[in-house]
């Protein structure tokens, strides 16, 4: 099975700043079979992007994905107070789907 | 506006069953794969199992292969997990999730429910 490893754990930044979240796989995943989520407190997760680069709808374009084979990551820029939240991504090239930890991102 | 509701969690004792259901409303349901995940509270996310839109195919993690077994009513629009010989290490919150095709091979998922907590412990 592919394991998906993100880093940092936490991240902790303020308001309007620029959030760089990383997801490594232990193997190829192509350029298109990642997706990332955000999940608050108590809440499920929420689709953010898919195809490593395509936003889900009614993503804001804050939210950006990038990368391809085993490096990926998710940028948000202009961070605003609800971005607040935990991140994770997930691969779905090859069965059985695995997610990341998660990265929390908090406010500084 | 897409909805997923589970219900059918609890607290259950190691080697029993529990059975978990899917509500799902605001979309045409034969028109989709649908999943379990799981999640421990506090940790992160697990696939378990998926069902293709005319259940068909269904799919398992080795972590519930031969124990747990997924169905669908498309009259009913539901989605049930039949789980039986349950474990402590099966306790979590488990979330009914939409895949955006029909077939249950692996993709993203586009709607989650919020999540039914199952506790398997003496």
């Known amino acids: 099975e592919i394991v998906l490893t993100q880093s940092p754990g936490t991240l902790s930044l303020s308001p309007g700043d620029t959030a760089t979240l990383s997801c490594r796989a232990s193997?190829?995943?192509?350029?298109?079979?990642l997706a990332w989520y955000q999940q608050k407190p108590g809440q499920a997760p929420s689709l953010l992007i898919y195809?490593?680069?395509i936003r889900a709808t009614g993503i804001p374009d804050r939210f950006s994905g990038s990368g391809s084979g085993t490096d990926f990551t998710l940028t948000i820029s202009r961070l605003e107070p609800e971005d607040f939240a935990v991140y994770c991504c997930?691969?779905?090239?090859?069965?059985?789907?695995?997610f990341g930890q998660g990265t929390r991102l908090e406010i500084k | 506006e897409v909805q997923l509701v589970e219900s059918g969690g609890g607290l259950v004792q190691p080697g029993r069953s529990l059975r978990l259901s899917c509500a799902a409303s605001?979309?045409?349901?034969?028109?989709?794969?649908m999943h379990w995940v799981r999640q421990v509270p506090g940790k992160g996310l697990e696939w378990v199992s998926g069902?293709?839109?005319?259940?068909?195919?269904?799919g398992y993690a080795d972590s519930v292969k031969g124990r747990f077994t997924i169905s669908r009513d498309n009259a009913k629009n539901t989605v049930d997990l039949q789980m039986n010989s349950l474990r402590a290490e099966d306790t979590a919150l488990y979330y009914c999730?939409?895949?955006?095709?029909?077939?249950?091979?692996?993709?993203?998922?586009?709607?989650w429910g919020q999540g039914t907590l199952v506790t398997v412990s003496s």
């Open positions: 999730a939409r895949g955006p095709v029909v077939s249950v091979r692996p993709m993203w998922f586009d709607n």
């Open positions: 605001g979309f045409t349901f034969d028109d989709y794969a």
């Open positions: 069902i293709s839109w005319n259940s068909g195919s269904t």
């Open positions: 193997q190829s995943v192509s350029s298109r079979y």
């Open positions: 195809g490593a680069s």
């Open positions: 997930q691969q779905y090239v090859s069965s059985p789907i695995t």
